[in-house]
């Protein structure tokens, strides 16, 4: 156990992108499963250079990224995203892609470095582990002081919040405009990861969630919890209009084995993996890219929110002891704030969950988020097959093509 915490304590102040990477391998291999929908086409993400074994997803440098939480290892799991991260080509450049995505089963792990003459031109310009550079992760606060964990990502550039508007608001206007400032003088780049659900799932934190279901007359979820928009929405006002080529990157993570309404951080959680070497098989991390100009509540009327100082005014929430409807109360509310932007924003964010919320039932029921259901009924409520066999992801549109499983291997 000392060496254990030894090592991990090593790798996690080790500041080279493939920290993580080597953790998981010491500790606790997996691979990765990726699946996307249309606004992320595989033979689109998918990059392999013809002379090289390795695969890498081309994702943009300047990404704020939304996913569902359900273990403190998901974190770790995006980090690895993005150390797979290579930048797209140049639009004169042609795709690399040397075979259809759906036949892809890689392995990935080198370091930076030249790649074969043979790849040169299409390498132009591109940038390798991008993501993994320059990550900044939200968090609650009280992971900070996890023994061993909590010491490590004290080296890394997170921003720990206490999930109360009233403490977090001026210590995260302060984050963002520095990381704003920094991505638009240089070339760095951004990945901002978010987790609105603000926790993980557990007895405590679903009692919450059916309460604010309760109050609100919508349905309670089963695999996840009510998210919280206000956090979200005030980065991006915050940052689109700073960051022009600011996306959102949704995510939606599954662990194999964990049943429906399942808490998979009583299946893997960090001192299952790291301590007792108990890893998922592979993590399932389904994508979907999102433009800003598409968001209800991201509109031209919602950035006119933003003040002077380039900030976002925006209102105080409700209290923290049970999931807040994220509304600002107009008497409240900060000057320039549009309570009816910020509720659309909320009923937009509230139907990505939904969306998640149907994969996730597939992901349960099948093994795997590409995976349709081979017919007939379990007979879990919101889980029926339609008359033609569609479930609920076919019906909404949410996955295109199959999946692809990527390795982490250094070796």
Not at 139 to 168: E, N, T
Request: one cysteine or more.
């Amino acid at each position: 156990m000392y060496v254990r915490s030894v090592l991990l304590l090593v790798c996690l102040t080790n500041q080279p992108p493939h920290s993580v990477i080597l953790l998981v391998n010491l500790f606790s291999p997996t691979s990765i499963t990726i699946t996307t929908d249309h606004t992320l086409p595989l033979d689109k993400l998918l990059h392999k250079p013809s002379s090289t074994g390795l695969t890498y997803l081309q994702l943009p440098k300047d990404l704020v990224i939304m996913s569902n939480h359900q273990s403190y290892l998901d974190w770790m799991i995006i980090w690895m995203i993005g150390y797979l991260s290579v930048t797209p080509p140049p639009l004169s450049s042609a795709s690399s892609i040397q075979q259809p995505a759906s036949s892809l089963q890689t392995g990935h792990g080198e370091e930076d470095k030249l790649l074969p003459s043979d790849d040169v031109d299409d390498e132009k310009g591109r940038e390798y582990h991008h993501g993994s550079r320059t990550i900044v992760i939200l968090l609650k606060r009280s992971l900070k002081w996890v023994p061993v964990v909590g010491w490590g990502m004290q080296f890394y550039r997170f921003i720990f919040l206490r999930r109360q508007w009233a403490h977090d608001q001026q210590n995260l206007t302060a984050a963002l405009s520095d990381l704003a400032r920094r991505t638009r003088n240089g070339a760095t780049g951004l990945w901002l990861l978010i987790f609105p659900e603000g926790t993980i799932t557990s007895d405590n934190e679903r009692a919450k969630s059916v309460r604010y279901a309760q109050k609100e007359g919508i349905p309670d979820f089963v695999n996840l919890l009510h998210p919280r928009s206000t956090g979200l929405h005030f980065i991006l006002q915050t940052l689109a209009p700073r960051i022009p080529s600011l996306k959102l990157l949704d995510i939606t993570i599954g662990y194999p084995g964990v049943p429906r309404g399942g808490y998979a951080q009583e299946w893997y959680g960090l001192g299952s993996v790291f301590w007792k070497g108990v890893a998922p098989p592979s993590v399932h991390v389904h994508m979907r890219m999102v433009d800003l100009a598409e968001v209800r509540g991201m509109a031209a009327g919602a950035t006119s929110t933003i003040q002077s100082n380039g900030v976002a005014a925006v209102g105080e929430v409700a209290r923290d002891d049970v999931p807040p409807t994220d509304v600002p109360n107009p008497s409240t509310s900060a000057p320039n704030a549009t309570a009816s932007v910020d509720q659309e924003f909320t009923l937009w964010l509230r139907s990505r969950w939904q969306d998640k919320e149907a994969l996730l039932d597939r992901f349960t029921k099948t093994g795997g988020f590409a995976r349709a259901p081979a017919g007939g009924d379990d007979g879990d409520a919101g889980r029926e097959s339609g008359a033609n066999g569609e479930d609920e992801v076919e019906r909404r549109g949410l996955v295109k093509g199959e999946e692809v499983v990527l390795s982490l291997g250094l070796w």
